[in-house]
């Protein structure tokens, strides 16, 4: 890790995951846990666009995450409650509760705040959790 006291990353510098797993143009995820030299925090953008929901929830063995809204608007299923979100609302999520947001009308920007890398993921992907 970093061994300044300070480091300066633009999020929109940091590699873009989405494509390398064909959520691209819908989705840009960009995880900043790295390139910020972080130890005990993880930082990661996203940008969904108009109605993309992601295809998986998740949810944490350890790890709770804040969600913040910077534009835009999204629905995030968050168990078995929809959530309406709107520009500059945060909402935190305990590690065990299952995650997933979707953009809404006009798709919409998130920074996420989590726990720092486990030796092991404690991460639960869990495909089409969320249907209509």
Same mark, same amino acid.
């Given at each position: 890790?970093?061994? *300044? &006291?300070? @480091?300066?990353? =633009?999020?929109k510098?940091?590699?873009? *995951?989405a494509?390398?797993?064909g959520?691209?143009? =819908? %989705?840009?995820?960009r995880? *900043?846990?790295?390139?910020? #030299?972080?130890?005990?925090?993880? %930082?990661?953008?996203?940008?969904? *666009?108009p $109605?993309?929901? +992601?295809?998986? #929830?998740?949810?944490?063995a350890? +790890?709770e995450e804040?969600? %913040?809204?910077?534009? $835009?608007?999204?629905?995030m299923k968050?168990d078995?409650?929809?959530? !309406? %979100?709107r520009?500059?609302?945060?909402?935190?999520v305990?590690?065990? @509760?299952?995650?997933?947001p !979707? #953009? $809404?009308p =006009?798709g919409a920007e998130?920074?996420v705040?989590?726990? &720092?890398? +486990?030796?092991?993921?404690?991460?639960?992907?869990?495909?089409?959790?969320w249907s209509?």
């Amino acid at each position: 890790m970093s061994t *300044a &006291p300070y @480091t300066v990353v =633009n999020l929109k510098d940091v590699d873009d *995951a989405a494509p390398r797993f064909g959520l691209a143009p =819908n %989705l840009e995820s960009r995880f *900043a846990r790295g390139a910020l #030299g972080l130890e005990h925090a993880g %930082l990661s953008y996203f940008r969904l *666009a108009p $109605g993309f929901r +992601q295809p998986f #929830g998740h949810r944490h063995a350890r +790890q709770e995450e804040v969600y %913040l809204v910077v534009s $835009g608007s999204v629905r995030m299923k968050v168990d078995d409650e929809i959530l !309406e %979100l709107r520009g500059w609302d945060a909402v935190r999520v305990a590690p065990a @509760t299952v995650r997933c947001p !979707e #953009g $809404g009308p =006009n798709g919409a920007e998130i920074v996420v705040f989590g726990a &720092p890398a +486990q030796e092991t993921s404690d991460v639960e992907l869990l495909r089409g959790w969320w249907s209509d």
